[in-house]
């Protein structure tokens, strides 16, 4: 919301014992009026506060980095997926290509940096047909499916998922709720 909130979430974050990454400041190397801090969390994972005049409303994401070992081939897969996941290219640089979407920019990087492991993405789906098309996109490309297309119940009524794994082995969902 503001730059002293920015400033809120770095002190609290030293004061608890996570690591700097970056203290409170600007970064006009990403634009003129960008404001960040930056945290570790136990696993390493850097986490960051920022105001900026394009912050996004209604969502508490901004952007979203994950180290990949090869960026060629998460490209390859994050673009195949685009259209099912509601994402479209955006910037690019050296090490990092990013996909922006409604809820914010998805970055991914390889620059040295370990690897993201652990992580599952959800992305929302309008309907079930979307969540069929993702895993039969992804599956026909060679991806290995980690749950086909259908309902789980232990999630909620109406909960409409399918799973694969990209090439870092992120477990990536599509997921409608109607």
Known sequence: E?????DAFWQAGIANGYRDAGAQGPRTEYRA???GAFLLD???NCVEAVHHGDTRRGGHVDHL?????DLAAAERFYTKLSPHLGLRPGRRWEHGVQFRGAWATFSLV?????ATSGLHLAFGAPDRQT???F?????AAGHPSNGGAGERRRYGPGYYA????DPDGTNVESVTRR
Do not use: C, F
């Open 110 to 114: 390889a620059d040295g940096r370990p």
């Open 33 to 35: 009026d960008y404001y």
């Open 42 to 44: 136990p696993n390493g």
């Open 162 to 165: 399918a799973y694969v794994l």
């Open 135 to 139: 895993h039969q996109a992804a599956t």
């Open 131 to 133: 969540v069929r098309e």
């Open 2 to 6: 503001s730059r002293e909130r920015v």
């Open 65 to 69: 980095w994950i180290g990949v070992r």
